[in-house]
């Protein structure tokens, strides 16, 4: 089965800097890769997601890369702030036969220093 | 006002009691998902249901049981069986269609006492 492995755990930047997590994943098959931020208590919310046929998205300050060679994938948050502060969930999925789904990563915990 | 909703917020059970986690969505999703986080770890998911009436065993799913009679709800069962029940408990659902984005409900924390 897959499996996605998540660096840093923790992760402390001073607000303005940018923030890279970066995943790795097993299974080559896998063609879609979403990103959640998670905030205490509740429910993980979707941030960016990026598919296999694509190597870049971009959304405002947040960017997703891909690199299906070296099967990994890395979240990018420039000119971060306090609110980003949170815990960041990547997952890969292989969807045909495998009813959607995600295998997650163990989380980055990203704390924003004013 | 659509969306996922989970009931109650926490759960308190005494340990060898079934208890059952509610889990709702007026999006007309058709695939919902059971997933489990323990602290300082990702999601590990429980159940999957890709359509009314049928549901298949996630990667833990010992110890749980699911039911599908409707397509906006997919209740949990945590039964005495789990060894380690103590968990926050996330459901999410799919639109289905090819499409992949799956959204989550705010969790329900179980404590079994």
């Given at each position: 089965g897959e499996n996605v ?20 994943y ?6 879609y890769?979403?990103?959640?931020k998670q905030e ?9 997601d990026?598919?296999s046929?694509?190597?870049?998205k971009?959304?405002?300050r ?10 990994h ?18 997952a ?8 959607n ?7 980055t ?6 | ?19 059952t ?18 602290p300082?770890?990702?999601l ?13 065993k996630g ?6 049981s ?6 906006e709800s997919?209740?949990l ?15 999410a ?7 992949d984005?799956?959204y989550?409900?705010?969790g329900?924390?179980?404590t079994?006492?």
């Amino acid at each position: 089965g897959e499996n996605v492995e998540q660096h840093p755990s923790t992760l402390s930047v001073q607000e303005g800097d940018s923030a890279v997590i970066k995943c790795t994943y097993s299974d080559s098959a896998s063609n879609y890769f979403p990103w959640y931020k998670q905030e205490l208590g509740k429910g993980p919310q979707l941030i960016i997601d990026i598919r296999s046929n694509v190597g870049e998205k971009k959304d405002q300050r947040i960017a997703v890369t891909l690199n299906k060679t070296a099967k990994h994938f890395s979240l990018h948050i420039t000119e971060t702030q306090p609110e980003d502060s949170a815990v960041y969930f990547c997952a890969a999925s292989n969807r045909p036969g495998g009813g959607n789904k995600l295998t997650f990563g163990t989380g980055t915990q990203l704390k924003v220093e004013l | 006002d659509g969306g996922i909703t989970q009931s109650p917020k926490y759960l308190f059970r005494k340990e060898g009691q079934n208890v059952t986690l509610s889990c709702e969505q007026n999006l007309n999703h058709d695939a919902m998902y059971w997933y489990r986080q323990d602290p300082g770890q990702g999601l590990r998911l429980i159940y999957y249901s890709q359509i009314v009436n049928d549901f298949q065993k996630g990667d833990i799913a010992e110890g749980y049981s699911v039911s599908r009679e409707k397509k906006e709800s997919f209740p949990l069962t945590v039964t005495s069986a789990q060894k380690n029940p103590t968990a926050f408990y996330l459901c999410a659902s799919t639109p289905g269609g090819g499409t992949d984005t799956q959204y989550f409900g705010p969790g329900t924390r179980l404590t079994v006492l």
